[in-house]
């Protein structure tokens, strides 16, 4: 059973950076399609950016520029380096990844912005 790992997340004050990380925890092929999408409190769960196998990339208009997704193939890993942090950044983020038949998704990492 293939499981999604995120890391990175915590607390950061408005402006600062973190950077998230979502590997999986066995052996799969590589991912077609990784992405990063996230749910504050009472909203629902939006996408915030995405890669494909091609690292064609995609953003939420309120991330552009702040927000850059990347992958490592070799080792099926996904990283989301948020700079300029605000407020509204807080949410939970999750990992998804997907290959051809399946859909994974991680468990979720808290991202937390004080102003």
């Known amino acids: 059973q293939v499981q999604l790992v995120e890391s990175g997340g915590g607390l950061v004050q408005a402006g600062g950076s973190l950077r998230l990380s979502c590997t999986p925890s066995?052996?799969?092929?590589?991912?077609?399609?990784m992405g990063w999408h996230r749910q504050a409190p009472g909203k629902q769960r939006e996408l915030v950016a995405d890669i494909t196998n091609g690292e064609k990339t995609n953003y939420v208009d309120s991330v552009k520029g702040r927000f850059t997704i990347s992958r490592d193939n070799a080792k099926n890993t996904v990283y989301l380096q948020m700079n300029s942090l605000k407020p509204e950044d807080t949410a939970v983020y999750y990992c998804n990844a997907r290959k051809i038949g399946a859909d994974y998704w991680g468990q979720g990492t808290q991202v937390t912005v004080s102003s």
């Open positions: 066995g052996t799969v092929w590589r991912f077609n399609y």
